[in-house]
């Protein structure tokens, strides 16, 4: 269903990549895998719960919005003592034209997930080119 690889990264750092079927049922199995990433890193369980949030965030906005594929790379970065997640979601770009959405949804269910990433996020952004999208958000994380 996914796949991850641990990628070759600096020391202190760490990178794991997960692509995704475009699936919905794909987002919990992508939390369930990173979840397994985050304890091996030994995030305190609330910084844990909150990089799994951004996680599915990010992912379901790249699902519901977005053209396929899309790739997930979840990296730990450790800076003097400090440590911070950064989560990206690369997907095709927008399955409709900017501000059109394919399909009707309820203001009460749907499209507030950015909004979240924001808040819960120290810096997060958008980067665009050659026909993709990289949404990413990084978090400052604790260790249990």
Same mark, same amino acid.
């Given at each position: ?71 997930? %790379? ?37 499209? %507030? ?21 990289? %949404? ?9």
């Amino acid at each position: 269903m996914t796949t991850a690889q641990l990628t070759a990264a600096p020391r202190g750092e760490a990178e794991h990549v997960f692509t995704l079927p475009h699936d919905p049922g794909a987002v919990s199995a992508v939390r369930r895998s990173v979840r397994t990433v985050l304890c091996d890193w030994h995030l305190d369980a609330d910084s844990t719960e909150d990089v799994l949030l951004l996680v599915s965030e990010l992912l379901t906005n790249a699902i519901v919005h977005a053209l396929p594929p899309a790739t997930l %790379r979840l990296s730990r970065t450790e800076l003097d003592g400090c440590g911070a997640v950064r989560v990206g979601v690369t997907d095709r770009g927008p399955v409709a034209p900017a501000g059109l959405s394919p399909c009707p949804e309820d203001p009460d269910e749907h499209g %507030r997930g950015l909004d979240i990433v924001t808040a819960l996020a120290t810096r997060c952004g958008v980067d665009a080119q050659s026909g993709e999208t990289n %949404r990413w958000a990084e978090l400052q994380v604790g260790r249990a």
